[in-house]
T-cell receptor, first 112, second 115 residues
């Protein structure tokens, strides 16, 4: 069935390093992807999104890359900070309508 | 700007009890959804709505009912609570579909325990 999955459940990085969180999806017809950050006890918070007609999109310290050939996307966080420690989810929006398919998440731990 | 508001934040139910989780958004969004999040997992879609009076099932709808009488509100009803429904519930809203789809905004969640 359709699914969005993540390669690594936990990622530990040093403060100041760059972080890369990966995500694979299985539905080749998917056309809209969103990255969310979830801090403990809170709801998911939007980070960045990308549509299938783009390969790359940049925000403030974050970049999302989309490789449609291998159905893979990644989230890059530059100069990772302690405040970036959280669980990160990629989600596939199934044709809009707020029908999101989430992966299991990657926990990012930032060490001083 | 309140965004998406969920009440209550915490709830303990006994098996067999019923209750309603409330969700309200003040952004005039067309689309609203309910998700559940079990420990160590991603969110799974329970029910969603594309507008007032229109709802449909998501991935895990059994044991839950929804209705949408207004654009702002989208309550989730547990008909007869079971321990398997112990979870954190999130409500979300968004607007636009297809190429106009935008990110979903989430509430802070309701942590439900069924004993």
């Amino acid at each position: 069935g359709e699914s969005v999955g993540l390669h690594l459940p936990t990622l530990s990085v040093q403060e100041g390093d760059n972080s890369i969180i990966n995500c694979a999806y299985s539905n080749s017809a998917s056309d809209y992807f969103i990255w969310y950050k979830q801090e403990s006890g809170k709801g998911p918070q939007f980070i960045i999104d990308i549509r299938s007609n783009m390969d790359k999109r940049q925000g403030q310290r974050v970049t999302v890359l989309l490789n449609k050939t291998v159905k893979h996307l990644s989230l890059q966080i530059a100069a990772t900070q302690p405040g970036d420690s959280a669980v990160y989810f990629c989600a596939e929006n199934m044709g809009g309508y707020n029908k999101l398919i989430f992966g299991a998440g990657t926990r990012l731990a930032v060490h001083p | 700007n309140a965004g998406v508001t969920q009440t209550p934040k915490f709830q303990v139910l006994k098996t067999g009890q019923s209750m309603t989780l409330q969700c309200a958004q003040d952004m005039n969004h067309e689309y609203m959804s309910w998700y559940r999040q079990d420990p160590g997992m991603g969110l799974r879609l329970i029910h969603y709505s594309v507008g007032a009076g229109i709802t449909d099932q998501g991935e895990v709808p059994n044991g839950y009912n929804v209705s949408r009488s207004t654009t702002e509100d989208f309550p989730l009803r547990l008909l007869s609570a079971a321990p398997s429904q112990t979870s954190v519930y999130f409500c979300a809203s968004s607007y636009g579909s297809g190429s106009r789809a935008t990110e979903a905004f989430f509430g802070q969640g309701t942590r439900l325990t069924v004993v």
